[in-house]
């Protein structure tokens, strides 16, 4: 990619040095740049968007990672924000079905996205009264809207934040948030139906996390889905990654790519350090006002800041959830799946109870997402590219992944083919693989250097999980800032989009910056 040069009048303008171009790194350069700083962003990898990033086996492109976009809005907001028409760069579709579901038992249904032709498939395929699931659903929102703004849009770790009506309100309906029970728990009082309950206890794994151990408040997760809705952007997941870069390098971002910081730079200046630059892998060193990192926090105060004091309590919380993928170029299409598509284990609470253990359950839930269904150029006409994820524990080095993966995906394969109604078939989905690669929780930690290949950052299973995720800021290094999965308010891409604007008002209210308009980005 380009490296633009910044031009000389840039000089004038605070520096700020960005380490990562994931979603939340490509958010915060844009909000930075136009509060009014001169941007550089320190990327390992040879392109932007991190986990985002793609695949190319063969004819097949794969999205190495997310695969279902809610809240595009926070996408959109930023290309806003700079005066642009989010349209003309990045486009995106509302789902009808969010998810297509199949049980053993030959138990199917369509997860439609209107929450009340949900309720209706839901009261048709399982015999649950429509009013109970749009009751919950509608319990979940009241969840969102009594926290949300406060757990997900604010620092947690600023007094203005706790003292606001909205938190007022919110603790004189806490009855209403089910602190004490878990998520699990919530969907046996509510739905009661095991199909039913199973399907809203998967919405704990979007954050990484475990029904059975999880708060009862993440039940506002299903709102997400269902009210708020999921997406498909055109030209599949990566071109978020690449719609950000681009907005990002026209505003005059500088971009380092396949340049990997190996130190930030601190001096003592009063009663703290603070945070000078940064120190690349070929020991050049740049100088920066501020620095903001976006590389996984644990490694950045493990690698980058070795001789620091770092918040160890918080470094040391439980990881979320881990994956093992196939990513599969299937030579024929199956006409009986959808974009997005759950094939669930017959026993949910083993499943986690081995994930918990730090191995695989013989009988795991398989996820298999198709961007081809919605994105034509991913896969040769007539093939799909299958992007097949079961949940794994995060990495320990006990595990033997080359022995979990041979017999995995042979259990993948059967259980797929067993409920496609393939069984036996002698052109069945074994032999329309023509291309294969696999991930597990090491190669996505060496690959997206996140820690122990944890996909969210740290769990949400103990209610005090969004207290203890990092903060935005250093509480021990002035000068330096976190946005991105491993830091609060959590991961997953909406997440991440809010890092990026709490840490950018965290740090503008600290240290105030001259606010940059849009029409006046040639002068930098
Ligand atoms: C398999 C998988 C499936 C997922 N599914 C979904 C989903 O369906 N929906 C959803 O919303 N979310 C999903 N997520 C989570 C989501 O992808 C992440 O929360 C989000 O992309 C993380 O973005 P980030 O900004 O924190 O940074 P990352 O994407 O982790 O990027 C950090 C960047 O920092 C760079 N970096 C690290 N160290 C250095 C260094 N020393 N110097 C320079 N650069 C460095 C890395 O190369 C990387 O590009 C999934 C994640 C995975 C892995």
């Known amino acids: 990619m380009p490296e633009p040069v910044p031009s000389a009048s840039s000089e004038s303008l605070p520096r700020i040095g960005i380490i990562g171009a994931g979603i939340a790194g490509l958010a915060a350069a844009i909000r930075l740049r136009l509060e009014g700083a001169h941007v550089e962003v320190f990327e390992a990898a040879d392109t932007a968007g991190g986990k985002l990033g793609e695949l190319v086996l063969g004819e097949y492109r794969f999205g190495i990672g997310p695969s279902l976009l809610t809240m595009p809005e ?18 995106y579709r509302r789902l009808d079905t969010v998810c297509r579901y199949a049980w053993e038992d030959g138990t199917r249904l369509d997860a439609r996205a209107n929450p009340k032709a949900f309720a209706e498939e839901v009261e048709r395929v399982l015999g649950v009264p429509a009013q109970r699931v749009l009751k919950t ?84 997760i299903a709102h997400f889905e269902h009210g708020a809705g999921a997406f498909v952007p055109e030209g599949g997941m990566p071109a978020i990654g690449r719609a950000l870069y681009g907005l990002a390098e026209r505003l005059g971002v500088a971009f380092h790519f396949e340049t990997r910081v190996a130190e930030i730079l601190t001096q003592k200046q009063g009663r703290r350090p603070r945070a000078v630059g940064l120190r690349l892998e070929d020991d050049r060193q740049m100088l920066f006002d501020r620095v903001v990192s976006n590389m996984d926090v644990f490694f950045t105060h493990e690698r980058l800041l070795p001789d620091a004091p770092a918040p160890r309590r918080v470094l040391a919380r439980e990881k979320s959830t881990s994956a093992l993928i196939f990513y599969w170029g299937v030579n024929k299409s199956f006409p009986e799946l959808d974009v997005h598509n759950i094939f669930f284990s017959e026993d949910y609470a083993a499943e986690f109870g081995a994930l918990e253990a730090g191995t695989l359950c013989d009988d795991p839930t398989v996820y298999v997402s198709i961007s081809s269904r919605y994105d034509d150029s991913a896969a040769p006409a007539g093939s799909e590219n299958w992007f097949v994820m079961i949940n794994a524990p995060f ?16 259990r993948v394969i059967q259980k797929l083919e067993r409920m496609l109604g393939h069984e036996g078939e002698k052109a069945g989905l074994r ?22 290949g944890a996909l969210y950052g740290t769990s949400s299973n103990d209610r005090m999980a969004a207290f203890m995720r990092h903060p935005n800021d250093s509480r021990h290094v002035d000068g330096l800032y976190f946005c991105g999965g491993s830091v609060h ?32 980005k040639d002068d930098v």
């Open 74 to 91: 926070y996408i959109d907001e930023l290309f806003e924000l700079a005066g642009e028409v989010p349209g003309d760069h990045f486009r």
């Open 395 to 410: 990495a320990t080095p006990e595990q033997d992944w080359s022995a979990l993966i041979e017999r995995t995906r042979e």
């Open 431 to 452: 032999e329309a693989i023509v291309e294969e690669c696999v991930f597990d929780p090491t190669t996505i930690e060496a690959r997206t250097l996140s820690h122990l």
């Open 489 to 520: 308010p959590g991961g997953g891409l909406p997440l991440c989009l809010l890092s990026a604007r709490i840490m950018t008002d965290v740090m503008t209210r600290r240290e105030p910056l001259a606010r940059h308009t849009p029409d006046s």
């Open 137 to 220: 659903l509608a319990h979940g929102e009241e969840k969102y809207h009594l926290t949300g703004r406060t757990f997900l849009e604010k620092s947690l770790h600023t007094p203005g934040t706790w003292l606001t009506p909205e938190v007022g309100h919110a603790l004189t309906r806490l009855h209403r948030l089910d602190l004490t029970r878990t998520l699990h728990q919530v969907h046996e009082r509510d739905l009661g139906e095991p199909h039913l309950v199973q399907l809203f206890d998967r919405f704990a794994t979007y954050n990484g996390s475990n029904p059975y151990r999880a708060p009862g408040l993440l039940s506002m």
